[in-house]
């Protein structure tokens, strides 16, 4: 009978850690509500976007069939036609936070669309004259590699992932020698960073590097005197109306992770997505030149092929990822601000649409954003339908 007991009361313990959260998977489509964030809503039943499509995608994320995703944000014309919040696992940059019920204000980990960030302030940076040219080397900054290898790479390639420093990045997350972990982990990550050797010469190879973006924020602030968070606050956060953002450190440094560190809303990534497709321009103001957000979407390098990880092929931009898509014969560019974990905003720019997701699969091979927008939102959209 004791035995029995023990049992008994362990078995919630051991329901526990197989944590099966059960949800309805009821869904029926409601109108996103207006707040004075500038962000124009309305109803996606008159946006020429197939509604039952939507609705059975929704559902499909309910029940976990498009496993873990946090939140899901279209934009068509301008306008917030579908904005949704998902409960699921979660994490504050490595720190696991268990399962979260997911608001319109919930901070988030973005991760890598933090890369995509720092771009943009390294365009508000040059529009300012705090830097005078992309094609600069970086010597320029970093006067102690003058007569090194390294001393040759521009800003432009730094921003294009084609610095040539060697880096072992994706498909190692969680491991020691992650070069990201290594970063994170010293106490002059800038140095670190540096002293790589050339694994290719600059300009010439693609390769993913969370140093480079390090790299790029350490200009802002040898030209700036702001660490990259202060600076973004000031000339990026403030004018887009974003009030509520976190910055995660390096674990050593009190220095921002400027590669994967920004916390932040769906609705602010939508403004900052907004941002882009309004070349620039947020309420009137010009807070990027149109030429910068032009030049950050083209393909400047292809990337090398990442199918294992189910990235699709396709090239790279101002830290901003480029493909192609084929929907009932239409050719769709799509430029990509993407995190690792499911974190990405969507550019279509020949359909007028953004779309923000934001997810809990970190370290994981995941492809639930690219699913949801190409096979689900895309197909949707009855231009498309259309031959």
Not at 67 to 87: C, M, P, T
Not at 90 to 114: E, P
Not at 214 to 234: C, H, N, P, V
Request: aromatic content about 10%.
């Amino acid at each position: 009978m004791r035995n029995i007991i023990i049992i008994f009361m362990a078995l919630p313990v051991l329901l526990g850690c197989g944590h099966m959260h059960k949800r309805s998977s009821d869904y029926y489509y409601r109108q996103p509500l207006q707040y004075n964030d500038g962000i124009r809503v309305a109803n996606l039943n008159k946006s020429g976007i197939d509604s039952t499509q939507i609705i059975r995608l929704t559902k499909l994320i309910l029940n976990d069939s498009l496993r873990n995703v946090h939140s899901l944000l279209i934009l068509k014309d301008g306008q917030l036609i579908y904005e949704n919040y998902f409960a699921g696992k979660d994490q504050n940059h490595g720190k696991r936070l268990g399962y979260i019920h997911h608001t319109v204000n919930q901070l988030h980990d973005v991760r890598s669309i933090s890369k995509s960030i720092v771009s943009a302030c390294i365009g508000i940076a040059l529009k300012n004259k705090m830097i005078g040219s992309i094609d600069e080397p970086i010597y320029k900054y970093f006067p102690e590699i003058k007569d090194s290898p390294a001393g040759t790479i521009t800003v432009r390639q730094l921003l294009t992932m084609t610095s040539g420093l060697e880096w072992d990045e994706i498909g190692s997350y969680g491991s020691f020698f992650n070069s990201e972990t290594q970063m994170h982990l010293r106490f002059n990550p800038i140095r670190y960073i540096l002293k790589k050797p050339l694994a290719a010469k600059p300009g010439t190879q693609w390769n993913y590097s969370g140093g480079n973006t390090q790299l790029l924020a350490e200009i802002i602030y040898k030209t700036s005197g702001m660490r990259i968070d202060e600076f973004a606050e000031k000339f990026l956060f403030k004018p887009l109306g974003i009030k509520r953002y976190q910055w995660v450190n390096l674990t050593l440094k009190k220095i921002p992770a400027a590669a994967s560190g920004l916390r932040t809303t769906s609705r602010d990534l939508l403004k900052f997505g907004l941002l882009y497709m309004n070349n620039g321009k947020w309420n009137d103001k010009q807070i990027l030149d149109s030429s910068w957000t032009n030049e950050s979407f083209i393909s400047h390098i292809k990337r090398t092929n990442l199918e294992k990880y189910k990235i699709k092929d396709g090239g790279y931009g101002y830290q901003f990822w480029q493909y192609t898509d084929a929907i009932n014969g239409h050719t769709i560019e799509i430029t990509e601000a993407k995190g690792n974990g499911g974190q990405s905003i969507f550019f279509c720019k020949s359909l007028n649409l953004v779309v923000v997701t934001t997810g809990g699969n970190y370290n994981q091979v995941n492809d639930n954003p690219y699913v949801i927008l190409s096979e689900y939102i895309l197909t949707s959209i009855q231009q498309l339908k259309e031959r």
